[in-house]
């Protein structure tokens, strides 16, 4: 059956209705009325690789990221941008606001310093703006 049908027929199920993933074949229940794929894979790989391979424009898209996120984070470049002159880090789960640059130059993100390779480097306190390793004794 391809892929598009089982799709079309999944989402036409009842909860608790058995269905076949579209993009791996697995058989699950259907726990909630929008669900149209399997969860036995990690995240959402089945997803991604049906939307993937249905619409070519979505090739290779594993972002997941929706049209409000986007215009946020974009909102907030330009923010960064302004105030800094720089880009927030690149990190999983971040406010995307840079709160300043240490005395180091790292940019400073949810209270955490990140370099240039934006790794976390330390924490920062607001008050003592002292990298850790510079202290003595």
């Given at each position: 059956m391809k892929m598009k049908a089982r799709y079309e027929l999944n989402k036409a199920a009842k909860v608790g209705e058995e269905c076949v993933c579209p993009s791996c074949?697995?058989?699950?229940i259907k726990t909630n009325y929008q669900q149209a794929f399997c969860k036995s894979k990690s995240g959402t790989q089945c997803k991604?690789?049906?939307w993937n391979t249905v619409t070519p424009k979505k090739r290779c898209n594993t972002t997941r990221i929706s049209p409000a996120s986007a215009a946020f984070m974009a909102n907030n470049s330009k923010r960064n941008h302004m105030l800094?002159?720089?880009?927030?880090?690149?990190?999983?789960?971040?406010s995307g606001r840079i709160q300043g640059i240490t005395s180091e130059g790292y940019r400073i993100m949810d209270g955490i310093a990140y370099?240039?390779?934006d790794d976390p480097v330390y924490k920062v306190d607001f008050f003592n703006d002292t990298h850790p390793l510079d202290l003595e004794g």
């Open positions: 074949g697995a058989k699950f991604d690789r049906y800094y002159g720089v880009d927030a880090p690149n990190v999983y789960g971040g370099d240039e390779w």
